[in-house]
């Protein structure tokens, strides 16, 4: 009689490891860094009207020199406006630095916010809030889709009409309207576009005439800054409230 060992139990084999998840979104406030971002557009609105009145200043002696010819009185005041012109372009550059190293940090936080908002809601991912401002031509667009999708999940939900004494569900929330978001965007790619033909311009200008047409542009480009700004401000302050009061709403508030 043969002996028959007992069977051993076959483990089943081990699940196949689930893909490394990226770092959890958490709710953090933007306020801080909305206020710093209006507060440097500020600074900058000041520099494009300062720019802009030595423009004039460069216009004023350009339309001497081609109305009344060259003469000593005409260069000194011509280095000295020409001087100043470039000082107002440095302040703008640096004002624009800082600008924009303050919103692409508050551009990020309203993103990872509104993916505590609405996980699911976003075409692009997290990385693209900043990295989509620095890649040619996907730069165009990358930024606003990023924040219609930020502006969706930050929308307010509605409660859904059911009867007294019953829990209050949330409604499929409504899309709210983007012409505050749309403004500010058409106006930042106009801003950004004429602004550099208009300073290749004026670094290739020579002639009296070409430098006044040179200025002219600029002083366009500045006009359009400021109106930018204006509408930044005002994108900043109404998505940085919208999603302000969306956290403080408790769980109801966050999908």
């Known amino acids: 009689m043969s002996y028959t060992p007992p069977t051993m139990p076959v483990a089943p084999p081990p699940p196949p ?36 009145w ?23 005041r011509a280095d000295r406006a020409d001087t ?19 919103f692409i940090c ?16 976003h075409a692009k991912a997290r990385g693209w809030a900043v990295g989509g401002w620095f890649v040619p031509v996907v730069n165009l667009w990358f930024p606003r889709r990023i924040a219609v999708d930020i502006w969706n999940a930050s929308a307010p939900a509605t409660a859904a009409a059911v009867p007294a004494g ?21 106006l930042w790619l106009c801003t950004s576009i004429i602004g550099q033909i ?3 311009q004026y670094a290739n200008a020579e002639e009296p005439e ?10 366009t480009s500045d006009i359009l800054n400021i109106a930018a700004a204006v509408v930044a401000i005002l994108f900043v302050r109404r998505l940085t409230a919208m999603q302000d009061a969306k956290a403080r709403s408790g769980p109801g508030g966050v999908a």
Not at 54 to 76: C, F, N, P
Not at 210 to 219: D, P
């Open 54 to 76: 030595a423009g004039a200043g460069v216009l004023d002696v350009v339309s001497d020199l081609i109305d009344h010819g060259w003469s000593a009185d005409a260069e000194d």
């Open 84 to 102: 100043l012109y470039g000082a107002s372009g440095v302040l703008q550059g640096l004002a624009m630095l800082a600008t924009a190293v303050v």
């Open 210 to 219: 070409e430098i006044k047409r040179a200025v002219v542009s600029l002083m």
């Open 198 to 200: 208009a300073s290749r």
């Open 166 to 186: 019953f829990p209050q569900p949330l409604a499929p929330q409504a899309q709210p309207r983007r012409t505050l978001l749309n403004a500010w965007w058409t």
């Open 17 to 52: 490891l689930a893909a490394a998840a990226g770092p959890a979104a958490w709710l953090k406030s933007p306020v801080g860094l909305a206020r710093a971002t209006m507060a440097l557009l500020g600074v900058g609105m000041a520099f494009d009207v300062f720019s802009l």
């Open 106 to 121: 508050w551009f990020r936080r309203v993103r990872v916010n509104a993916e505590v908002f609405a996980p699911d809601g």
